[in-house]
């Protein structure tokens, strides 16, 4: 279990009551700026017919966004009775995302495999992140009793899965001019995939910083398995030994 928030760190502040939602609200942005406007030139194209378990996949996630959601609000408004009524009750849906997400990802690897989409390596984004979810996420639940340090990891875990919706949209900008200046292939891939989630990982130290002069220990702990996953994933994704191993993988699935 992380480490409890230290003695002189105060567990509210007054500017929290805007933080916090407005950290969420940006999170949503980035969703539907990296998915909306796909989904509707698909649309227009009558491209929507995915697999079953892609739009249960969808679904699913997005109930987890607007759960969150519903729990800012009632925090926000003072019922922290109803918050954590909610919250034991919504345990069983960080099972089903980790059981669901998987299963959308190899069904999507499969149906594109042999065709230009193909992308096998990309597995590694699609179930890495996942496991950083579930880390941080069972982190956040086992520390729910603390309540400045819940609501920092619940914002890490939650980071680690809207992260595509970025990385289809503000990734694409920056990813390709900044990672050459940067030198190194490894640093394109990483802005794009994971630079717009970095940031705002970072921000919550930032905003701790300015209004409480500290860190918690355990945000900073949750911080360093993020990015340290983020560094994990790239690697493999550009590795040709895991782009071998997924080809084969999803080759046998797709019968090749």
Do not use: E
Request: aromatic residues 10%; glycine residues 10%; hydrophobic residues 55%.
């Amino acid at each position: 279990m992380p480490p409890a928030a230290g003695p002189n760190f105060k567990p509210r502040h007054p500017w929290d009551a805007w933080f916090f939602p407005l950290s969420l609200a940006i999170y949503w942005v980035g969703l539907v700026m990296g998915f909306g406007g796909d989904m509707m030139h698909r649309a227009k194209l009558g491209q929507l017919s995915f697999p079953l378990i892609v739009h249960v996949h969808a679904a699913v996630y997005v109930a987890w966004m607007v759960l969150l959601t519903t729990q800012v609000a009632l925090i926000r408004k003072g019922r922290a009775d109803l918050h954590r009524k909610l919250g034991v009750a919504s345990l069983g849906f960080v099972p089903v995302m980790l059981v669901v997400g998987p299963m959308a990802a190899f069904t999507t690897q499969t149906a594109r495999f042999g065709t230009p989409a193909s992308d096998p390596a990309f597995l590694a984004i699609q179930l890495g992140g996942l496991v950083s979810f579930a880390i941080l996420i069972v982190a956040a639940l086992l520390c729910r009793k603390q309540a400045a340090l819940h609501k920092r990891l619940i914002l890490l875990s939650t980071l680690t899965i809207v992260d595509a919706g970025f990385a289809r949209w503000v990734g694409p900008i920056w990813g390709p001019v900044l990672g050459p200046a940067l030198g190194s292939p490894f640093w394109t891939n990483y802005l794009i995939l994971y630079g717009c989630t970095a940031a705002l990982m970072l921000s919550i130290g930032v905003y701790d910083l300015v209004t409480r002069r500290r860190l918690l220990p355990g945000y900073v702990l949750g911080l360093a398995l993020a990015i340290s996953g983020h560094v994990i994933i790239v690697t493999a994704y550009m590795n040709p030994a895991w782009g071998a191993f997924c080809k084969g993988l999803i080759g046998g699935l797709a019968g090749h």
